[in-house]
């Protein structure tokens, strides 16, 4: 397999070429490319139009209207990047009125004593985002279905979106059903479906039950998508996560073959390599799969955890026990272990003519160290006397307390939704 960074796309060709001097050189290369990827010329130009540092939304590739937009984005705009601003108006939902908040992210019920990070909004640079309306949502929603891939990260923000949805549909005309590895939330007057489905991996993988999956020695399956695959065919928005699990060191076990041969044949690659080919394989799902005249399809960029104080100049022993603040250094940007992921997205994505809109949240979700669930959960299994003794071993810094970070990840959503 080759790794992205050994291959860069034909766009970051033409960025080096910009110089008007090179003009020939530029427009000789775009006529060589066009008739070597049999691409049309409208597209090519509109990749030059990207901002070379962003991928943002991909969707800007094609001129086309995208399905269920309603508008336009703020021309230059990135609603990615900004800043939280302290909002008393927030939450947009307390956790009491949401019943599907699960007791791991449920922060206040299990002993949460503060409630600040619960009051911030998410406030782009140099534009403003649509309030969400739930009810313009749903509305867009009758007869469809919108599905929520990946791990638990993806399942959080489903169930952010369901609480921000609900309170607008009467008790009598919505239900949630668990089954398997789905969550299936229906608003039966608008017959409208928002599910969740669990694959940490996309691909099939030995961590892929959707109850016991703590596994440490993790496999994925090379280039296996149709497992997962033919559960999300004809959904009209999917969204898609994966991340989390691949972070399992530098190397990782990908399965060649199938999980039922005798002897099976695993190699170790680097995780980027191995992220890679996942990510190949979901851009090649989508284009035999989906019809893209009709659905839409999003990818979340990775969540941050905050394991490491150190990382952001505190205890060095410490984690994001305890943290009711949220880091204030807008360059902050925690442990590298992202930062070859991010590219290998980068680059892939801007290699596709698939229109995937990117929902970039990793940055902003970067300074708040200060939303996650922590101590204040129910365990899935009983504490050792460890645990009990040393609050901080067992501090989940993965998961986000709801309402809170996550909403706003929805309000970005919804903003992409309508305005891409
Ligand atoms: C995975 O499959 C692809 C396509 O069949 C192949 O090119 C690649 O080498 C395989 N990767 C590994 C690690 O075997
Ligand atoms: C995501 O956003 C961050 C911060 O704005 C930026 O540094 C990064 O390049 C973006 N990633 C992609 C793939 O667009
Ligand atoms: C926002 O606008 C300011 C000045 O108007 C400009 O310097 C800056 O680059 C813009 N930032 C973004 C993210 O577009
Ligand atoms: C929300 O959307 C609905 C349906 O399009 C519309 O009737 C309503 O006015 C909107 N509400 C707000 C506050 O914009
Ligand atoms: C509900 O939506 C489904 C598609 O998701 C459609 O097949 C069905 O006919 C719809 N039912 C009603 C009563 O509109
Ligand atoms: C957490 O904060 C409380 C109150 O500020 C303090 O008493 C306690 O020692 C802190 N615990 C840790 C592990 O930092």
Same mark, same amino acid.
């Given at each position: 397999?080759?790794?992205?960074?050994?291959s860069?796309?034909?766009?970051?060709?033409?960025?080096?070429?910009?110089?008007?001097?090179?003009?020939?050189?530029?427009?000789?290369l775009?006529?060589?490319?066009?008739?070597?990827?049999?691409?049309?010329?409208?597209c090519?130009?509109?990749?030059?139009?990207?901002?070379?540092k962003q991928?943002?939304?991909?969707?800007?590739k094609g001129?086309?209207?995208?399905?269920f937009?309603?508008?336009?984005?703020e021309?230059?705009?990135d609603?990615f990047?900004?800043?939280?601003?302290?909002?008393?108006?927030?939450?947009?939902?307390?956790?009491?009125?949401?019943?599907?908040i699960?007791a791991?992210?449920?922060?206040?019920?299990?002993?949460?004593?503060?409630?600040?990070y619960?009051?911030w909004?998410w406030?782009?640079?140099?534009?403003?985002?649509?309030?969400?309306n739930a009810?313009l949502?749903?509305?867009?929603l009758r007869g469809?279905? $919108?599905?929520?891939?990946?791990?638990?990260?993806? &399942? %959080?923000? /489903?169930?952010?979106?369901?609480?921000?949805?609900? +309170? #607008?549909?009467?008790?009598?005309a919505?239900?949630?059903?668990?089954?398997?590895s789905?969550?299936?939330?229906?608003a039966?007057?608008?017959?409208?479906t928002?599910?969740y489905y669990?694959?940490?991996?996309?691909l099939?993988?030995?961590?892929d039950?959707?109850?016991v999956?703590?596994?440490?020695?993790?496999?994925v399956?090379?280039?296996?998508i149709d497992?997962?695959?033919?559960?999300w065919?004809?959904?009209?928005?999917?969204?898609f996560n994966?991340y989390?699990?691949? $972070?399992?060191?530098?190397?990782?076990?990908i399965? &060649? %073959?199938? /999980?039922?041969?005798?002897?099976?044949?695993?190699? +170790? #690659?680097?995780?980027v390599?191995?992220?890679s080919m996942?990510?190949?394989?979901?851009?090649?799902?989508?284009?035999?799969?989906?019809?893209?005249?009709?659905?839409r399809?999003?990818?979340?960029?990775?969540?941050?955890?905050?394991?490491?104080?150190?990382?952001w100049?505190g205890?060095?022993?410490?984690?994001?026990?305890?943290?009711t603040?949220m880091i204030?250094d807008?360059?902050?940007?925690?442990?590298?272990?992202?930062?070859?992921?991010?590219?290998?997205i980068g680059?892939?994505?801007?290699?596709?003519?698939i229109?995937?809109?990117?929902?970039?949240?990793?940055?902003l979700?970067?300074?708040? +160290?200060?939303?996650h669930?922590?101590?204040?959960?129910k365990?899935?299994?009983p504490?050792?006397?460890?645990?009990?003794?040393?609050?901080i071993?067992y501090a989940?810094?993965?998961?986000?307390?709801?309402?809170?970070?996550?909403?706003?990840?929805?309000?970005?959503?919804?903003?992409?939704f309508?305005?891409?």
């Open positions: 397999m080759k790794s992205p960074s050994s860069p796309p034909p766009s970051s060709v033409f960025r080096k070429a910009r110089p008007p001097r090179r003009l020939f050189t530029f427009l000789a775009i006529f060589f490319v066009t008739i070597l990827y049999g691409r049309d010329m409208s090519i130009f509109s990749q030059l139009d990207l901002n070379p991928t943002d939304s991909i969707t800007k001129r086309e209207k995208l399905p937009s309603i508008g336009e984005a021309r230059g705009c609603i990047s900004g800043r939280w601003v302290r909002d008393e108006t927030r939450p947009l939902y307390e956790e009491d009125d949401c019943p599907y699960p791991q992210l449920a922060c206040q019920k299990y002993g949460r004593p503060d409630k600040d619960q009051r909004r406030q782009p640079h140099n534009c403003s985002i649509p309030s969400f009810t949502m749903l509305e867009s469809k279905t $919108m599905m929520f891939v990946g791990d638990s990260l993806n &399942r %959080g923000q /489903f169930i952010s979106l369901v609480c921000l949805l609900h +309170k #607008v549909i009467p008790e009598h919505k239900s949630m059903v668990l089954k398997d789905k969550r299936t939330f229906i039966k007057e608008y017959n409208a928002i599910e669990w694959a940490p991996f996309l099939e993988s030995n961590s039950n959707a109850i999956h703590r596994v440490t020695d993790r496999i399956r090379n280039g296996s497992k997962h695959g033919q559960r065919k004809g959904a009209d928005i999917i969204v994966t989390l699990w691949w $972070m399992a060191g530098e190397k990782f076990k399965l &060649r %073959g199938s /999980f039922d041969d005798k002897i099976k044949d695993i190699v +170790k #690659v680097p995780t390599e191995a992220y996942a990510i190949r394989t979901m851009l090649r799902w989508i284009e035999q799969n989906v019809d893209l005249k009709k659905t399809v999003f990818f979340s960029s990775m969540s941050p955890s905050h394991e490491k104080s150190k990382d100049g205890d060095p022993n410490g984690n994001c026990y305890n943290e603040k204030e807008p360059t902050y940007w925690g442990s590298n272990t992202w930062k070859n992921i991010m590219q290998a680059e892939l994505f801007s290699e596709t003519n229109p995937i809109t990117f929902l970039n949240i990793t940055q979700s970067n300074y708040r +160290k200060d939303a669930t922590t101590i204040y959960k365990q899935w299994a504490l050792t006397p460890e645990q009990i003794a040393n609050p071993s989940d810094c993965v998961h986000w307390c709801l309402p809170g970070v996550q909403d706003n990840w929805n309000e970005l959503f919804f903003a992409k309508f305005y891409p």
